[in-house]
């Protein structure tokens, strides 16, 4: 069965810098494009940054552009998001996800790694 498995979170303090991992198993990784979302507490799981299944094509959402980077490993099966100059406004529950493409919202997702910028 689809299994995608998020780590890395943590706490950071702001203009720090973390790095998320995605490890995914049970299906053609290399097929599908995939994402990264977050949800904070009382808001709506939003975008932060998509990945075309070969790597070509990324989007990112306009809060985080210039400071994240998402990245895949087809071979290794393995996404990353790495996130540099953190502001407390992205303190989130981020969300790995599946999609049959860059402009479609995943059917799968991870269990979620929590992240908390404060100093």
């Known amino acids: 069965q689809v299994q995608l498995v998020e780590s890395g979170g943590g706490l950071v303090q702001p203009g720090g810098s973390l790095r998320l991992s995605c490890a995914a198993s049970?299906?053609?990784?290399?097929?599908?494009?995939m994402n990264w979302y977050r949800q904070a507490p009382g808001k709506e799981r939003e975008l932060v940054a998509s990945i075309s299944s070969l790597g070509g094509v990324t989007k990112y959402a306009d809060s985080v552009k210039g400071r994240f980077t998402i990245i895949r490993d087809n071979g290794k099966r393995t996404m990353s998001l790495e996130m540099n100059s953190l502001k407390p406004e992205d303190t989130a529950s981020y969300y790995c996800?599946?999609?049959?493409?860059?402009?479609?919202?995943?059917?799968?997702w991870g269990q979620g790694t929590q992240v908390t910028v404060s100093s």
């Open positions: 996800g599946r999609s049959s493409g860059v402009d479609i919202k995943p059917n799968y």
């Open positions: 049970g299906f053609t990784f290399s097929a599908y494009a």
